[in-house]
T-cell receptor, first 112, second 115 residues
Framework: KQEVTQIPAALSVPEGENLVLNCSFTDSAIYNLQWFRQDPGKGLTSLLLIQSSQREQTSGRLNASLDKSSGRSTLYIAASQPGDSATYLCAVRPIRDDKIIFGKGTRLHILP | EAQVTQNPRYLITVTGKKLTVTCSQNMNHEYMSWYRQDPGLGLRQIYYSMNVEVTDKGDVPEGYKVSRKEKRNFPLILESPSPNQTSLYFC??????????????FGPGTRLTVL
């Protein structure tokens, strides 16, 4: 059964620093991996989608990488800002069934 | 504007009173699903639908029903709500599974409280 893990559960970083969020999954047979941002009490905003054939995707200050063989993805945030404070979630779409599996997220706090 | 809408956004009800949360998308997506989000447990899939008249159980289907009579709508039905169904619910849609291009789009959420 596919499992998705995000470590750490929470992270505090001073403003301006570059940072990396981690997502690991147990079954490499996936169609894609998607990163989301969620503000407290709000819905999910899609940040980046990496298809299984891709190694990375970039959007502005965000860069997501995917290493299927090792079951890992990272979300790199450059020059962090207080507005980046949120919970970041990753989700995988397995090939073996049609369920979508989420990690529990990393709660990020950027210190002004 | 491409979007997923849910109604109501907030609902307080009592144990045993049947309720329906509606979900609609305007992107002609085949795949739709419902999630619940609880502190410490993250997002868990309740039901999903690959297309009209095709629905399947997710990881936590007990106490819920769904239907998919039209492509754009995917209502979530709680026949006899209980307090343990108090949660934040999200509907999502995407193109069909089976490709890597199926980015999920989420609705704004429905906060349900069952007393």
């Amino acid at each position: 059964k596919q499992e998705v893990t995000q470590i750490p559960a929470a992270l505090s970083v001073p403003e301006g620093e570059n940072l990396v969020l981690n997502c690991s999954f147990t079954d490499s047979a996936i169609y894609n991996l998607q990163w989301f941002r969620q503000d407290p009490g709000k819905g999910l905003t899609s940040l980046l989608l990496i298809q299984s054939s891709q190694r990375e995707q970039t959007s502005g200050r965000l860069n997501a990488s995917l290493d299927k063989s090792s079951g890992r993805s990272t979300l790199y945030i450059a020059a962090s800002q207080p507005g980046d404070s949120a919970t970041y979630l990753c989700a995988v779409r397995p090939i073996r069934d049609d369920k979508i599996i989420f990690g529990k997220g990393t709660r990020l706090h950027i210190l002004p | 504007e491409a979007q997923v809408t849910q109604n109501p956004r907030y609902l307080i009800t009592v144990t045993g009173k049947k309720l329906t949360v509606t979900c609609s998308q305007n992107m002609n997506h085949e795949y739709m699903s419902w999630y619940r989000q609880d502190p410490g447990l993250g997002l868990r899939q309740i039901y999903y639908s690959m297309n009209v008249e095709v629905t399947d159980k997710g990881d936590v289907p007990e106490g819920y029903k769904v239907s998919r009579k039209e492509k754009r709508n995917f209502p979530l039905i709680l026949e006899s709500p209980s307090p343990n169904q108090t949660s934040l619910y999200f509907c999502a849609s995407s193109l069909a599974s089976g490709t890597g291009h199926n980015e999920q789009f989420f609705g704004p959420g429905t906060r349900l409280t069952v007393l």
